[in-house]
């Protein structure tokens, strides 16, 4: 519990050191009204000042009107720029209203943060009600969650008080804002906003001394903490965070399933989900080692359950455990060597919402060596037929509903390694795989201890061998004759084009090749 005042709200004010400031606006007056004191502050104190305003604010305008009122908003910011002291601000004209948070408005910003060489990011504060100011906040902060280094994110006020921790004492240019609020007559026309900012701003005087005629508040974060703990660090962040990610409405529960050994890798496997552009996320940690580490039931904000049966585990098995233990509508799993990047859940949910009922959703995955370097994409558009000779499907490539346990699909138990494959081709016998181009998920190949990962030890090899014939035992006398006269189109291209088969780790025995060969061959004859 805080044990005094100051603890609560700032009872001293202080304008933040910055060589390079970008402010950001939902819409033409949010930049004056929220921080424009600040603002004027930080440009006579050296500061180079941008401004961008991210939307057309023309929202409810009759279509005759749209463009003069357009340009009249925009002339109207560009004036008050010019009495707090800084330059016009860019317009990206995006549609008022239109405002979403995810992997194209993140990174917009992103890039504007890297042009500006910024070290000092406003934008609005996540607590206010209207969702272009909701969506701008969260995008931010996640933008200069990326960027890193030493910046710092200012949130500030604007229709709705925050509890701040930065107060910044606006006296010196109170005069000079109250004449750039003036500016905007368009607004004002219809409601008196300067009288309700300069109410606000005279009551965050309420704590500093009596010489300070006015100041404005903020939520100050540095992109170290946002790294440390992601979005959620800043509590009205964490709320603005779900109701951006819940704005187009109800999203379903994605429950991201991983089997872990505790080894170092799994922190970083769980913040690739934290950072996920996806809200609705549930993370499932199942102790496949029999003596796990202690867990929160957070992970950076995430909700975070560890499933424990006090043995180890095989990797089939701890499946197992994991989708027994799902609560969510679709499932993905993850490794605890590998990555997602951070639209992952989103464009595999927004997949499978547009194909409706009936489907799993896959995506492209980047195999990585130590180096960082990139040694093979899967991103098949084929899978539901290369599926039949060989896995061209990472485990955290695929969101699956959850539908399909509640059939009856499980692992294999007898199977290690390759439980994944033999999961993959019993899930295409409930639904459709629907491809989704382009990658964004990681696979660490060195760090791994799945079929995928090449060694040279003689007795996994064997063992990988017996396995892969095992499941193409089980599968091959299943396959239909169209589905394998396709198979046979998609392989004699892919050898033409000189192509290698994905997943394979190219280290199978010249006996393996022949006898898998001959199993072929023999299913052709059979039909």
Known sequence: MPSDEADLIPYTASLPAARSVLALAPHADDEVFGCGGTLALLQRHGARVKVIVATDSDFGVPVPEEVPIREARRAESIAAAGVLGYGAPLFWGLPDRGLVYGPALIERVQAAIAEADADLVLAPSPAEVHPDHRALAVAAAEALRRCGGDRRLLLYEVGVPLQPNLLVDITAVWADKREAMREFASQLATRAYDRFVEALNRYRAYTLTTEVEAAEAFVSVCAAQLAASGLRCVPALSGALRRAADAAGDEPLVSVL??????????????????????????????????????????????????????????????????????????????????????????????????????????????????????????????????????????????????????????????????????????????????????????????????????????????????????????????????????????????????????????????????????????????
């Open 258 to 527: 991983v089997r872990s050994t505790d080894r170092p890798t799994l922190d970083e496997a769980l913040d690739s989900v934290a950072v996920q552009t996806y809200g609705n996320v549930e993370i499932v940690v199942v102790d496949a080692c029999g003596r796990h580490r202690q867990l929160p039931t957070e992970w950076k904000g995430m909700a975070l359950r560890l499933v424990s049966r006090g043995e180890r585990l095989p990797r089939a098995a701890a499946a197992n455990v994991a989708l027994e233990a799902a609560r969510g509508d679709w499932l993905l799993f993850l490794d605890d060597d590998d990555l997602l990047l951070p639209d992952h859940l989103q464009r595999l949910v927004a997949c499978v919402r547009r194909q409706g009922a009936g489907c799993a959703a896959y995506a492209g995955v980047r195999v990585v060596g130590p180096d960082g370097v990139e040694l093979e994409v899967f991103d098949e558009p084929e899978a539901a037929v290369r599926l039949w000779a060989t896995n061209v499907l990472p485990i955290h490539a695929v969101l699956f509903p959850r539908t399909v346990v509640e059939q009856g699909a499980r692992f294999d138990e007898h199977l290690d390694p390759y439980e994944d494959w033999d999961f993959w081709l019993r899930l295409t016998g409930y639904v459709r795989l629907v491809h989704v181009a382009g990658v964004s998920a990681i696979y660490r190949s060195h760090l791994g201890e799945s079929a995928a990962d090449a060694t040279v030890d003689p007795e996994a090899e064997v063992a990988r061998v017996r396995a892969r014939l095992a499941v193409l035992s089980r599968w091959l006398p299943r396959l239909s004759p169209s589905r394998f006269d396709a198979l046979l189109d998609v392989e004699r291209g892919r050898a033409a084009a000189g192509r290698r088969d994905a997943f394979r780790s190219g280290t199978e025995s010249t006996e393996l090749r022949h006898e898998l060969t001959g199993l072929r061959r023999q299913q052709g004859h059979n039909h």
